[in-house]
């Protein structure tokens, strides 16, 4: 007889999905509320921009590159103590940065919490692999949105209270908010058992049907085509996003737009940011995970263009329309990459197998923070998101590959050709 997730569990993992949704939105800080806290630096320290900028760049490659070790471990142990160590851990990373020491914050923030936040981010969204193969993109998308959604109260805070006296003492009231918590949400983090599937979901009808039954491991995985086709996509549209992120006031103060058009950029993109996961990561359920990415990549693409093409004609309600609806479409590759990768290759070893694909985001940042930058330098705003755009929609028409020629375990691709009599 088929376990339900209460029988396992001893409560709905529906409660599960919420601890995930939690202890991903107490991550948030450490990327969307950067911007808010690292001036502070400057004005009490001097410290230049170029060295407070190496410590986001230390987050980036940290947090990006515990995503195969936190799969590996995960798929073997479970998320639980995993999860609360790295809370804790998180939140003293944060603390660090209340230090007049930039080598603490860039070792204790940057390299130590920064690693304990991916471990936190890859056990979290995994959870829609493991729990929800019946809802893959909805709860991929609910979980993370958590990580634009999150940071906008401590944004609030910190921009409504923070001075250069008082800085220090939000930023560890927040870190102990954080790490509690964190910590408490781990404790209701468990997978289920290796092919547990929702009782009853195996023979009703499926809108979006596995193109294989076979759950592949990790080195299996690492043996597909398909897989590096997907590795391609997610670091050209990551790292298109990640240069509209981090360059987008910039690039309306360097236009000469109102103040106002640069705070609506801003404070917008992380709504519609993580409000566009959950709802196409929802769409996918239905028509398909490859149909809605190219759907996706390819409107941000163009509507990234529309940003260059609005701030050469000095339109300020375009630019803002733009960047608004290319976020919009951009945040749901968080959802859609984690949730093809369980389709396609199953929930056993979804962790591990998504820690790879995840490692995209690293190879996108460094176009996202540096090279962006460099044509921004020699060629000016315009031209980095025209770039951006193109990055973006080539993203998309890659998907139309694997869309057509998914990956199928080779016994289940020899059944089904013709038998010789």
């Known amino acids: ?57 230390l987050f980036v490659i940290f947090q990006s590159g515990a995503s195969i070790p936190t799969g590996v471990l995960r798929d073997k142990y479970g998320p ?26 860039l070792v204790a923030f940057g390299i130590i919490g920064s690693f304990a936040v991916g471990v936190i981010y890859s056990n979290a969204v995994n959870t829609a692999n493991k729990w929800f193969p019946d809802r893959r993109g909805m709860t991929a998308g609910l979980i993370a949105g958590a990580f634009s959604w999150g940071s906008i109260p401590f944004i609030f805070w910190i921009r409504s209270s923070a001075t250069v006296a008082n800085y220090t003492q939000i930023i560890w ?21 290796k092919g547990w599937l929702p009782p009853g979901w195996a023979q009703r009808k499926r809108r979006v049907k596995r193109p294989s ?18 590795f391609l996509s997610f670091l050209l549209v990551s790292g298109a996003g990640l240069m509209t992120i981090s360059k987008i006031v910039r690039y309306a103060d360097d236009i000469g737009f109102a103040a106002v058009v640069a705070t609506a950029a801003a404070g917008g993109l992380a709504i519609t940011n993580g409000l566009g996961r959950p709802v196409m990561g929802w769409v996918s359920d239905h028509v398909g995970r490859e149909n809605i990415m190219i759907l996706c990549f390819t409107l941000s693409g163009a509507l990234t263009l529309g940003i260059s093409f609005s701030g050469a004609i000095n339109s300020s309600t375009g630019f803002i329309v733009c960047t608004l609806g290319a976020l919009f479409f951009w945040g749901p590759l968080f959802a859609l990459f984690p949730a093809i990768c369980g389709h396609y290759y199953g929930e056993d070893y979804a962790a591990s197998n998504y820690g790879v694909l995840y490692l995209a985001k690293l190879g996108g940042g460094i176009y996202g ?53």
């Open 213 to 230: 039954t076979h759950q592949f491991t990790l080195k299996e995985t690492l043996h597909t085509w398909q897989l590096w086709a997907l």
């Open 369 to 421: 923070g540096y090279l962006s930058a460099l044509v921004i330098v020699h060629y000016g705003f315009g031209a980095s998101f025209i770039v951006g755009g193109i990055m973006q929609i080539i993203a998309g028409l890659i998907i139309i590959l694997p869309k057509y020629m998914p990956p199928v375990w080779k016994q289940e691709q020899e059944a089904s050709l013709p038998q010789v009599q």
């Open 80 to 105: 639980r103590l995993l999860t609360m160590i790295a809370g804790a851990v998180a939140a003293m990373g944060l603390y660090a940065l209340t230090a007049d020491s930039l080598n603490v914050i």
């Open 173 to 193: 009231k927040i870190a102990l908010i954080a790490g509690i918590i964190i910590v408490a949400a781990g404790y209701f983090l468990k997978d289920p058992p």
């Open 1 to 57: 007889m088929e376990r339900t997730d209460r029988e396992i569990l001893g409560y709905s993992r529906w409660l599960v999905l919420a601890a995930a949704f939690l202890a991903m939105a107490l991550i948030s800080p450490y990327e969307y509320a950067w911007s808010s806290i690292n001036p502070f630096f400057s004005e009490r320290f001097g410290w230049e921009l170029s060295r407070i900028e190496t410590v986001f760049t």
